[in-house]
């Protein structure tokens, strides 16, 4: 009995001596090496930036294992802007997905409508995107067909350019306008010129 409390003993003290030649956890919470806390350490080291979206804006975060081939939809506040697609097959995806209304309108965008996608990642993993922009407006349109356009500002000057249609519903003065965005940015609706 005693040659075995002896061998036990000896193991320990050789367990103890290796955990000190590398550095080990001295049970205070510090690294004897350094001095320094376990704590501090964490602390000290970057964390990389989480994505958000501006006030006001709806989110959806779509991270590995996300459910393959779900429907998926983002509703403004206004209750106008919809942003629907649909999850990839795979499930897998690291995209973000904000949709707003902009708060000011960024100078030199002219419309009656504006919303704007920001991505975190690239929306086109995204299936069957669409954007729907449904209002009821007095103003009658000079523009026809209305449509959603995408607002494009290069050196503060604002281009407008089409984006391809979905289904239209125009019966004054409702309106359901529907586009297939295929990147982030400014989707505006102009109804006059």
Do not use: W
């Not at 050789?14 to 806390?37: E, F, V």
């Not at 939809?73 to 897998?92: C, H, V």
């Not at 000079?142 to 959603?148: A, D, F, K, L």
């Not at 290069?154 to 519903?169: C, E, K, N, R, S």
Request: one cysteine or more; proline letters at 8%.
């Amino acid at each position: 009995m005693m040659k075995r409390q002896g061998v036990l003993l000896a193991s320990l003290m050789g367990i103890a001596m290796l955990m000190a030649a590398c550095g080990g956890h001295d049970g205070n919470g510090s690294n004897p090496a350094t001095g320094q806390s376990v704590d501090d350490a964490q602390s000290t080291t970057p964390q990389p930036a989480a994505f958000s979206c501006p006030a006001g804006y709806k989110k959806f975060d779509l991270a590995d294992g996300t459910v393959p081939n779900a429907d998926v939809s983002i509703i403004t506040d206004d209750g106008i802007a919809m942003f629907t697609f649909r999850t990839p097959a795979t499930g897998r995806t690291d995209v973000a997905v904000c949709l707003g209304k902009p708060d000011p309108v960024p100078a030199g965008v002219q419309a009656d409508y504006v919303y704007e996608l920001i991505e975190h990642g690239d929306i086109k993993q995204l299936l069957d995107r669409r954007l729907t922009l449904n209002f009821t407006t007095d103003v009658r349109p000079t523009r026809t067909p209305t449509r959603i356009e995408q607002a494009k500002i290069t050196d503060g000057a604002v281009t407008y350019l089409p984006v391809i249609d979905g289904p239209i519903y125009v019966a004054p003065p409702n309106y359901s306008l529907v586009a297939k965005p295929n990147e982030a940015g400014l989707y505006v609706v102009r109804l006059t010129q």
